[in-house]
């Protein structure tokens, strides 16, 4: 095993200074910079190469977000025609008669959030759900920031840390520990409905405390406009408005079956849902604009660039600190040094072999490690070496290795697949209009407390 050296321990101070800029409200990206900057000067010694890292690193967080950020673009895009048309006026009608309660709203967009997650990973349930759902919450009286917390916590938390349906994560994690992909579901449905309702409860009230408050706004501003989009009854008849109403619905319904006849998940299914709602955009923008549709699509396709990038400037240079401690080493500084996996990997390594072998440490070490390698953002990169070690322990302790192969998993998974870490949760911060850090600092409290609830219960379950 490689030991820590400086590297490590300067990605770790970064790690705690970032996170402290966040917790105090203040801008990242000077500090993240920085951190690209001294990582690059220390590895290579060479002033030249670290400066020329800096514009790499963006590049690479750039590029590894791309998809993410050109769904988010369209979607608006598409949104914006809606708005403008009266469209999704009509669309939302239905649900309004339904979801009346700030409560309802919270649990219904939840719940139908989780599900759809568990069929086709939560990027492209936002894409389908958000757009529609977030008008009929609003004026059920759930503010923005309510909407993407559920949003969030039920898809990118509940629905993707166990993935029952598709397995990707509890296949990863098996085979690095060794067992029956089977094994680690199973182990892993306690856990993860235990992380489940504590965090959704205790993020329930705690969103009902800051609504009394008058501490939240109830329509996403984070872009700077807080002028809904004015509606233009003469661009449609009530006829084609009605049309519409009812054929976009059915089209993202389609992509739905599409997904489960061609068994689609994760970037395949967000394609197949950011062409529809391109199609959608070119449809709309022609028979409301008529003669002017060519300019006009133009026109909604620069609004929804405009506002994706202006939700994404200030996560991609924390992103580009971050990914140096994975996958984007070697492509922003050159080769690792001789033994290491990874600044996040030897980070997580390290703290397991630091630690007594019971099975109350072997739980929390777990945990640990899975939410360290969560800090990359992408969840599934560290859950292989949770699995390593959770074979490790299990084997040391005789006992508990599926039990704590899911704790690695889900602390890994509920970090970094979209709950903390600010660029992952930028999918559902961006269709409801708000602050991705402002989202991770609302999810703070909530996670942890499930967290640490979930350890406990795992200790017992072993």
Same mark, same amino acid.
Request: hydrophobic share 55%; proline share 4%.
């Given at each position: 095993?490689?030991?820590?050296?400086?590297?490590?321990?300067?990605?770790?101070?970064?790690?705690?200074?970032?996170?402290?800029?966040?917790?105090?409200?203040?801008?990242?990206?000077?500090?993240?910079?920085?951190?690209?900057?001294?990582?690059? *000067?220390?590895?290579?010694?060479?002033?030249?190469?670290?400066?020329?890292?800096?514009?790499?690193?963006?590049?690479?967080?750039?590029?590894?977000?791309?998809?993410?950020?050109? *769904?988010?673009?369209?979607?608006?895009?598409?949104?914006?025609?809606?708005?403008?048309?009266?469209?999704?006026?009509?669309? !939302?009608?239905?649900?309004?008669?339904?979801?009346?309660?700030?409560?309802?709203?919270?649990?219904?967009?939840?719940?139908?959030?989780?599900?759809?997650?568990?069929?086709?990973?939560?990027?492209?349930?936002?894409?389908?759900?958000?757009?529609?759902?977030?008008?009929?919450?609003?004026?059920?009286?759930?503010?923005?920031?309510?909407?993407?917390?559920?949003?969030?916590?039920?898809?990118?938390?509940?629905?993707?840390?166990?993935?029952?349906?598709?397995?990707?994560?509890?296949?990863?994690?098996?085979?690095?520990?060794? *067992?029956?992909?089977?094994?680690?579901?199973?182990?892993?449905?306690?856990?993860? *409905?235990?992380?489940?309702?504590?965090?959704? !409860?205790?993020?329930?009230?705690?969103?009902?405390?800051?609504?009394?408050?008058?501490?939240?706004?109830?329509?996403?501003?984070?872009?700077?406009?807080?002028?809904?989009?004015?509606?233009?009854?003469?661009?449609?008849?009530?006829?084609?408005?009605?049309?519409?109403?009812?054929?976009?619905?059915?089209?993202?319904?389609?992509?739905?079956?599409?997904?489960?006849?061609?068994?689609?998940?994760?970037?395949?299914?967000?394609?197949?849902?950011?062409?529809?709602?391109?199609?959608?955009?070119?449809?709309?923008?022609?028979?409301?604009?008529?003669?002017?549709?060519?300019?006009?699509?133009?026109?909604?396709?620069?609004?929804?660039?405009?506002?994706?990038?202006?939700?994404?400037?200030?996560?991609?240079?924390?992103?580009?600190?971050?990914?140096?401690?994975?996958?984007?080493?070697?492509?922003?500084?050159?080769?690792?040094?001789?033994?290491?996996?990874?600044?996040?990997?030897?980070?997580?390594?390290?703290?397991?072999?630091? !630690?007594?072998?019971?099975?109350?440490?072997?739980?929390?070490?777990?945990?640990?490690?899975?939410?360290?390698?969560?800090?990359?953002?992408?969840?599934?990169?560290?859950?292989?070496?949770?699995?390593?070690?959770?074979?490790?322990?299990?084997?040391?302790?005789?006992?508990?290795?599926?039990?704590?192969?899911?704790?690695?998993?889900?602390?890994?998974?509920?970090?970094?697949?979209?709950?903390?870490?600010?660029?992952?949760?930028?999918?559902?911060?961006?269709?409801?209009?708000?602050?991705?850090?402002?989202?991770?600092?609302?999810?703070?409290?909530?996670?942890?407390?499930?967290?640490?609830?979930?350890?406990?219960?795992?200790?017992?379950?072993?």
């Amino acid at each position: 095993m490689i030991g820590l050296s400086a590297l490590h321990w300067i990605y770790v101070v970064f790690i705690v200074l970032i996170i402290g800029f966040m917790v105090r409200r203040r801008d990242t990206t000077l500090i993240s910079i920085l951190g690209i900057f001294l990582i690059a *000067i220390v590895a290579t010694g060479d002033l030249t190469a670290s400066v020329s890292g800096v514009f790499k690193s963006f590049v690479f967080a750039t590029t590894e977000l791309l998809s993410t950020i050109l *769904i988010i673009c369209i979607i608006v895009a598409m949104s914006k025609v809606l708005q403008k048309t009266g469209i999704n006026e009509v669309m !939302v009608a239905p649900f309004t008669k339904i979801i009346k309660t700030p409560t309802l709203a919270y649990w219904t967009i939840g719940i139908l959030m989780m599900v759809i997650s568990w069929f086709f990973w939560p990027s492209p349930a936002v894409a389908l759900l958000g757009a529609v759902m977030l008008p009929v919450a609003i004026r059920a009286g759930l503010p923005a920031l309510g909407v993407a917390m559920a949003m969030n916590l039920f898809g990118h938390g509940i629905a993707l840390s166990g993935d029952f349906i598709i397995q990707g994560a509890p296949k990863l994690t098996a085979d690095a520990a060794g *067992i029956p992909v089977t094994d680690v579901v199973t182990a892993s449905i306690p856990l993860v *409905i235990t992380m489940g309702i504590v965090t959704t !409860v205790v993020a329930f009230f705690l969103l009902r405390r800051d609504m009394k408050r008058g501490n939240l706004e109830m329509v996403g501003t984070f872009d700077g406009e807080k002028e809904v989009e004015t509606v233009d009854n003469a661009l449609l008849s009530t006829g084609q408005k009605r049309f519409f109403a009812i054929f976009i619905p059915i089209a993202f319904v389609l992509d739905v079956v599409a997904m489960s006849v061609f068994k689609l998940s994760g970037g395949d299914a967000t394609a197949i849902v950011g062409g529809t709602a391109i199609i959608i955009l070119l449809l709309l923008s022609m028979f409301a604009h008529k003669n002017a549709g060519l300019e006009k699509t133009t026109s909604y396709l620069i609004e929804g660039f405009q506002f994706g990038f202006k939700v994404f400037g200030p996560v991609i240079p924390i992103a580009a600190f971050f990914y140096l401690g994975d996958s984007g080493y070697l492509t922003i500084i050159g080769d690792l040094p001789a033994g290491s996996q990874g600044i996040v990997n030897d980070l997580g390594i390290a703290l397991a072999s630091v !630690v007594p072998l019971t099975k109350e440490i072997a739980v929390i070490t777990l945990t640990g490690v899975g939410a360290i390698t969560g800090l990359d953002g992408s969840g599934f990169s560290g859950i292989t070496l949770a699995g390593s070690i959770a074979n490790l322990f299990g084997t040391a302790i005789e006992s508990g290795t599926a039990t704590l192969t899911a704790m690695g998993q889900i602390a890994a998974i509920w970090v970094g697949g979209g709950t903390l870490v600010p660029w992952a949760l930028i999918p559902a911060a961006a269709i409801c209009n708000v602050s991705p850090f402002e989202l991770a600092r609302k999810n703070f409290v909530p996670v942890v407390v499930g967290l640490v609830v979930t350890t406990i219960v795992a200790m017992f379950l072993i």
